[in-house]
């Protein structure tokens, strides 16, 4: 297409109608100028391309297809190049079925357990977020059809989400939340990015200029197009103006016919309307340019591939007498109507039509006879006492019992928040009669979010499945009995109760404001700092065999922020069954003048090795490892000072630790005023030379009437000395210092620091 020509030859009307969808899939044409439309589809675990009988909005009314692992699965294989194959697969189906756009992946932080969506987002952790994220989009995008990565920004709740605001200080909006949009997006390149529904600080998303075009286009130098969630559009001219370039759905007509207005009556101008257009054409030639009439997709392929990243992702929390693998020579239970029916996605829009759905009791008879028991019913919450007695007796006439738990669709989907962490208690109920005959008792969770366990003291081992995708029974069985070893690593903490999370009193928030006041302290960042003994760690996962840890390197011991760090460790298998480790890379700014989390995710990689097998894993570090985002310079920011390099097999577990010393060249503004404090000024370059005259009549008040002064008196006087603005000595000093002497004291700091330090 020749987007030049075109654009000169559409007419304002035709300009404002491609800034919104023909319908709820579609982009819409000019057929006079040869412009097509395009489809776009739900993702992000799988295809959810609407069949084309369907009115549109329903849910589950798509083509067969297969259902993948969801993000908070995902998330846990640590694994670029596994996600990147998940990715590849899923652009080929787009490809394949004529699909220009794959609505994700969903990168939102999980900041409560309670997120209705949790499942389809990826970590509390932004760098882990960014990362897998991008992984995902590389991989879609490899096979030429566009991601869209959403819901940009702060879309942590579903409690009110198209009305909500998000109240958030800028330090954490761009350190936690924008943080797990910003790599994927600098990095992967997504061709699209969705606004999410809700306001942030007053501003609806769908019109936030600072989020759509300062930060997205203009920081972080995004060159795609920014699509609207499904009905977020509030005021479209403002929309357009503030960076968002397509509606979607279809507004009927209603909001193209108020962009002509608006670039009619000035309000809207011709070059942000433009913009957006271009935008639109850009991703409409991308797929002219790129659809592949020949792709074709292989169900059972893909089938196979859902299977084989199910089982690394999943997460074994304990193992105790190593209950796991199963032995198949011991009478095996299996427990629970998940085993006969998994729950292995979500609801809402990426629900997948899936093709076919393997169980864990079908998956099982490849390795032996398991015998079953179906403990509770997943229509209700309510304590079947016959199907429990049930389940006791054949755990009692069995060596093994494997219970299959987890929450229902009525307890997490999108659209609402859970109203808390708890299993359905006819789950709770049926593990507690079980685990009280069978002291070998395993519960495999699927689970979309965090769940309490009242009952984890009383069962030998725990393997969390998540959301698996439609192979989850035989991802099960491989790990249960051993053909696959664990490999996952949990991408979230899992506290003790709701109320331990950092967000607890102020989830879902009053009416339409939520305040995010616990600031960057999201997920370990919060349960660090505070020391707090919590259920499982974030990065915590065990193996069927052991690893060793050793030969931390660092390649310099001093470093500026230009340069780049390099370190090495070495990881051993010391067991005796292959398996993958996930090597974890924490930061922690020793001395900070700003409050900084105990440690920060900074790098992983996840690696296999057989018995007895080592590796060497390079990491290399940037100035952004050592930053922090300071709202005095509105960017990141790195204070010289040493750093702590800590290398882990979970957040909680760090086998090796060094420290570097990184020297900065950051500066921050700053200006000397009256109300500057003494200490501040002390904390200068030769900073005691300005202000000698005052510490002199400060010291004076040290002096006392002779008697000595006790060193708590002493420590309170030093501590007021500090916190003195300059002003306050003119009547301390009993005028001895005057008004002029502390202004002539700040016009020499200003002329000899020119404004910042
Ligand atoms: C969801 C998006 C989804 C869109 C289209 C919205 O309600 O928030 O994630 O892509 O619908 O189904």
């Known amino acids: ?64 297809a297969v259902c993948f692992p969801s993000a908070c699965a995902l998330a846990c294989s640590f694994d670029r190049d596994l996600i990147f194959r998940l990715g590849q697969a899923l652009g080929n189906e787009c490809q394949a079925e004529n699909v220009g756009v794959l609505l994700g992946p969903g990168t939102n932080i999980k900041r409560s357990p309670l ?50 605001s ?61 699509v609207s969630d499904w009905g977020a559009v509030c005021d479209r001219p403002q929309g357009v103006a503030a960076g968002l370039d397509l509606e979607m759905p279809s507004s009927h007509g209603v909001n193209d016919a108020k962009i002509v207005e608006a670039v009619k009556n000035g309000t809207l101008s011709k070059e942000d309307l433009d913009k957006a257009v271009e935008n639109v054409l850009k991703l409409v030639d991308s797929y002219v340019q790129n659809h592949d009439d020949d792709a074709v997709w292989d169900k059972n392929a893909d089938h196979a591939l859902a299977v084989d990243i199910a089982s690394q992702c999943m997460v074994l929390l304990k193992n105790d007498d190593r209950i796991l693998p199963l032995q198949k020579n011991r009478k095996i239970a299996f427990i629970g109507k998940f085993a006969e ?55 009692k006439n069995s060596d093994t019992a494997v219970i299959f738990a987890g929450l229902t669709d009525l307890f997490e989907s999108e659209g609402f928040d859970r109203k808390h962490m708890g299993l359905p208690e006819c789950q709770n109920e049926l593990i507690r009669r079980v685990a009280a005959v069978q002291p070998d008792t395993v519960v495999v969770l699927h689970n979309g979010s965090p769940v309490e366990m009242p009952w984890i003291e009383n069962v030998k081992g725990i393997l969390e499945t998540y959301l698996g995708g439609q192979g989850v029974g035989e991802a099960v069985c491989d790990i249960l009995f051993g053909r696959i070893n664990p490999s996952g690593k949990l991408a979230e903490t899992f506290p003790k109760k709701l109320s331990d999370n950092p967000s607890f009193l102020n989830f879902p928030g009053d009416g339409d404001t939520v305040r995010y006041s616990e600031g960057i302290f999201v997920g370990y960042r919060y349960y660090d700092y505070k020391d707090m003994d919590v259920l499982f760690p974030f990065g915590h996962g065990l193996s069927y065999t052991t690893f060793s840890y050793s030969d931390l390197k660092l390649y310099a011991k001093n470093i500026t922020d230009r340069d780049s760090l390099t370190l090495s460790v070495t990881v051993r298998n010391t067991g005796h069954v292959a398996g993958r480790e996930v090597v974890q890379l924490y930061v922690r700014d020793v001395e900070s003048s700003v409050v900084r989390p105990v440690k920060e995710l900074k790098g992983f990689e996840k690696i296999e090795l057989a018995p007895g097998e080592s590796k060497v894993i390079v990491f290399t570090l940037d100035k952004r490892a050592f930053s922090f985002y300071n709202d005095k310079t509105h960017d990141w920011f790195v204070e010289s000072g040493d750093f702590e390099i800590m290398i882990g097999s979970s957040s909680r577990d760090i086998k090796l630790s060094s420290s570097i010393h990184v020297e900065s060249s950051d500066k921050v503004p700053f200006v000397c005023t009256p109300d500057t404090t003494m200490g501040d000024i002390m904390k200068l370059k030769n900073g005691v030379k300005y202000i000698e005259k005052l510490v002199g009549e400060f010291s004076k008040n040290l002096e006392g009437d002779g008697a000595e002064l006790g060193e708590a008196t002493r420590l309170m006087m030093e501590a007021q000395m500090r916190d003195n603005p300059l002003h306050v000595m003119v009547s301390f000093s009993d005028e001895k210092i005057t008004h002029e002497e502390i202004a002539e004291i700040c016009d020499k700091v200003n002329a000899d620091f020119k404004g910042q330090i």
Request: with cysteine; hydrophobic share 35%; net charge negative.
């Open 166 to 226: 998000a109240e958030i200080d800028e330090r954490t909006l761009h350190e936690i939340y924008l943080a797990a949009f910003e790599t994927a997006v600098r990095e992967a390149r997504p061709q699209t990015v969705m606004c999410s529904y809700n306001k942030i600080n007053g501003v609806y998303s769908s019109q936030n200029k600072y989020l759509l075009t300062d930060v997205l286009r203009d920081k972080w130098g995004f060159d795609g197009l920014v």
């Open 1 to 64: 297409m020749n987007i030049k020509h075109i654009m000169s030859k559409l007419t304002l009307e035709e300009k404002a109608s491609l800034l919104s969808g023909s319908d709820f899939w579609h982009t819409k044409s000019v057929e006079r100028l040869g412009v097509p439309q395009i489809m776009v589809s739900d993702g992000p675990h799988g295809l959810r391309k609407q069949r084309v009988d369907d009115d549109g909005a329903g849910v589950n009314q798509s083509i067969e």
């Open 341 to 395: 029916k998994p729950r292995y996605q979500g609801g809402g829009s990426s629900h997948i039509n899936s093709f076919k759905v393997t169980s864990a009791l079908f998956a099982a008879e490849k390795y032996t006879n398991v015998s079953y028991a179906q403990g509770y019913g997943t229509d209700d919450d309510v304590i079947d006492t016959a199907l429990i007695n049930e389940a006791v007796e054949l755990a």
């Open 115 to 164: 997120c209705g969506r949790n499942f389809e987002y990826f970590s509390e952790d932004p760098y882990l977020a960014s990362n897998i994220a991008a992984s995902h989009i590389k991989g879609v995008q490899s096979k030429k059809v566009g991601s869209s990565l959403k819901h940009f920004a702060a879309n942590n709740q579903e409690n009110r989400r198209m009305s909500v």
